[in-house]
């Protein structure tokens, strides 16, 4: 690709003055940037700053922060693969307008290094008076993905067949709920640092052109550490997530240039839970194939055990029935296929409250044969309506010296 110095103006006079605009706006974005890392350099450098510990307090030493930089997107990051989920999270997604394919080349890149300086500030101490606190530290982790008409618009360097989610059965969807060119998926201890640090992030979107298209809140309920967290149905969600071995093959790309990227499905999934939760406990049990109490499948006496499928009763009827979720969505019934799930709980109001599903694979093929099988004959349609949908491919983690998205341009 020329340097942005190179491009061609549009033919057209109207995508002119918005190109003209949108470089104005990034010149500006550059110069308050570049006043953030200046000043984040002041903070780290003065030992009397706001949020800096004091030696001989006997204060327990801070969790330290998880860092931005590295080979993946900190979100995903190995550390945090088999840490437990930070309890809120906010989702946000952008589109960006079409004018021409050089300019919004060049809009996208500097949104891209834009998003990479605010978010690896915002780790550390941060000049934002909203975001200091007395160790400095902000449990925060955040994940950019790229939704499938950009990458074709643009012609980025993305995995070949990334598309869209074919229609599913049953499906409700609200199109301003659901897909996007840009998503932003940013987890954090407290709703306090999301609320601020979207806002730093939408203003640096706002700045490359980019406009806003939703947002969902969500979180999770307080958790043991080690514990599966729960969903609103009572039961535990994500209890046969892949150990890094198996991630490695069916959630992380190929070696090459995706082998550090995946793919991330999101489904807005609303609950009628007080349907659900009125059932007898053991139809619940039987609907999910797993037991509430424990999260155990039917067939086994801990969480963790394997779900036998091919168990039978006495009577010859399976043990884990054939509509039981755990059955439908069981790796056996996709050559051992698994996908890494983080989802969060949402509460919109009544009768809004739910899932927010955001599963991560390789290929999201295999979401659509788990989705098909699903919507079919789970045992739980009667009590689960999809509002929303995206899809977005995840890009690789930034490096320290390098920014998000380096090898989208072929």
């Not at 069981?330 to 799930?341: H, I, K, N, S």
């Not at 009667?382 to 983690?397: D, K, N, R």
Request: hydrophobic letters at 40%.
């Amino acid at each position: 690709m020329p340097p942005e110095s190179e491009i061609a103006p549009p033919s057209n006079p109207a995508a002119g003055h918005a190109v003209g605009r949108r470089r104005a706006l990034l010149a500006a974005g550059a110069v308050l940037a570049a006043g953030v890392g200046a000043a984040v350099g002041e903070l780290a450098d003065d030992d009397r700053a706001p949020g800096r510990a004091t030696a001989g307090t006997g204060a327990p030493p801070p969790e330290p922060p998880i860092p931005f930089h590295g080979a993946r997107q900190a979100a995903l990051t190995s550390a945090v693969l088999a840490a437990p989920q930070l309890p809120a999270t906010k989702l946000l997604a952008f589109d960006l307008p079409p004018t021409s394919a050089a300019a919004d080349r060049a809009a996208l890149r500097a949104l891209l290094t834009a998003w990479t300086g605010t978010l690896a500030a915002v780790v550390g101490p941060t000049p934002d008076p909203r975001l200091r606190t007395d160790d400095g530290v902000h449990r925060l982790t955040s994940l950019v993905g790229l939704g499938p008409d950009l990458a074709a618009r643009l012609a980025l360097a993305v995995p070949a067949g990334f598309a869209d989610l074919p229609p599913f059965p049953g499906d409700r969807l609200d199109p301003a709920r659901g897909g996007g060119d840009l998503l932003l998926h940013l987890c954090a201890a407290d709703h306090w640092t999301l609320a601020v640090v979207a806002e730093l992030a939408t203003t640096a979107a706002r700045a490359a052109g980019a406009t806003p298209r939703w947002a969902q809140s969500g979180f999770l309920p307080p958790t043991a550490p080690g514990a599966t967290p729960r969903n609103l149905f009572g039961f535990k969600d994500g209890t046969a997530n892949p150990d890094q071995d198996t991630a490695r093959q069916w959630v992380w790309g190929p070696p090459g240039p995706h082998e550090n990227a995946t793919v991330l499905v999101y489904r807005r999934i609303r609950m009628d839970t007080a349907a659900f939760t009125a059932l007898p406990g053991e139809a619940q049990d039987l609907a999910m194939g797993r037991r509430a109490t424990d999260g155990a499948p039917l067939t086994g006496t801990a969480e963790h055990d394997e779900p036998d499928l091919y168990a039978k009763r006495p009577d010859g009827a399976y043990v884990i029935p054939a509509t039981a979720h755990v059955r439908l969505t069981g790796p056996r019934l996709d050559g051992g296929a698994r996908m890494l799930r983080r989802g969060y709980s949402y509460d919109d109001g009544p009768g809004d409250r739910g899932l927010l599903f955001c599963a991560f694979m390789r290929d999201p093929a295999q979401f659509t044969r788990v989705q098909n099988r699903l919507a079919d004959r789970d045992a739980l349609n009667p009590f689960i309506e999809h509002t929303a949908s995206a899809v977005a491919y995840v890009l690789p983690g930034a490096p320290e010296g390098t920014t998000l998205g380096a090898h989208l341009w072929p």
